[in-house]
């Protein structure tokens, strides 16, 4: 079964600072992995994914995101964090058969 | 490319009413999947169509159908709305074959009252 685990719901930053939220999941298959962000009353548009090779990902607007099998973690990173980065995002994992299963979701913060 | 539109944006009804909402895919793109977006659940899947066919379904009650037609467009039917249904609802496309990524529609805001 395919399972996805966001640890905290909201996360707060100041402007500049480092951006850091965390996503572990569980896969029975090889994952493909995937973080989309959502601004308020929009959708969601795909910030990075994982697919195979490569295990940093680079995405759109500064972030990334590295895949470690290991400790089935997929967090997502930004080294200095904008105002307009404010936001939710999610982190969500692919089955073979195309099913995708979401975390819950990180509302991120940021601080003049 | 266009995007995945969905149509109504905003949308108001009353309790036992029924609603329909309409998606259309990025071309080329067979697979359309529904989600009901709310506060205290998140993202809950609903269901996913390819080919016409319903290959996923989510864990909802049978008032929340949907089709798909032969040019991928996809429409999801609430029944007998409910105060909880009240919820923004996104739809997403993908190609269809294989471990895709979702792109994902602006949402319809249901408010039921």
């Known amino acids: 079964a395919q399972s ?3 640890l905290g719901s909201h996360v707060s930053v ?3 600072a480092l951006v850091l939220l965390r996503c572990n999941y569980s896969s029975s298959v090889p994952p493909y992995l995937f973080w989309y962000v959502q601004y308020p009353n929009q959708g969601l548009q795909l910030l990075l994914k994982y697919t195979t090779g490569a295990t940093l990902v680079k995405g759109i607007n500064g972030f990334e995101a590295e895949f470690k099998k290991s400790e089935t973690s997929f967090h997502l990173t930004k080294p200095s964090a904008h105002m307009s980065d404010a936001a939710e995002y999610f982190c969500a994992v692919n089955d073979n058969f195309n099913k995708f299963y979401f975390g819950s979701g990180t509302k991120l913060n940021v601080k003049p | 490319k266009a995007g995945v539109t969905q149509t109504p944006r905003y949308l108001i009804k ?3 009413q029924q609603v329909t909402l309409s998606c259309s895919p990025i071309s080329g793109h067979r697979s359309v999947s529904w989600y009901q977006q709310t506060p205290g659940q998140g993202l809950q899947f609903l269901f996913e169509y390819f080919s016409e066919t319903q290959r996923n379904k989510g864990n909802f009650p049978g ?3 949907g089709r798909q037609f032969s040019n991928s467009r996809s429409e999801m039917n609430v029944s007998t709305l409910e105060l909880g249904d009240s919820a923004l609802y996104l739809c997403a496309s993908s190609l269809g074959l294989g471990r895709n990524e979702q792109f ?4 319809t805001r249901l408010t039921v009252l």
Not at chain 2, 104 to 107: A, K, Q
């Open chain 1, 4 to 6: 996805v685990t966001q």
């Open chain 2, 104 to 107: 994902f529609g602006p949402g």
């Open chain 2, 63 to 65: 008032r929340f159908s």
């Open chain 2, 14 to 16: 009353t309790r036992g």
């Open chain 1, 14 to 16: 100041s402007e500049g």
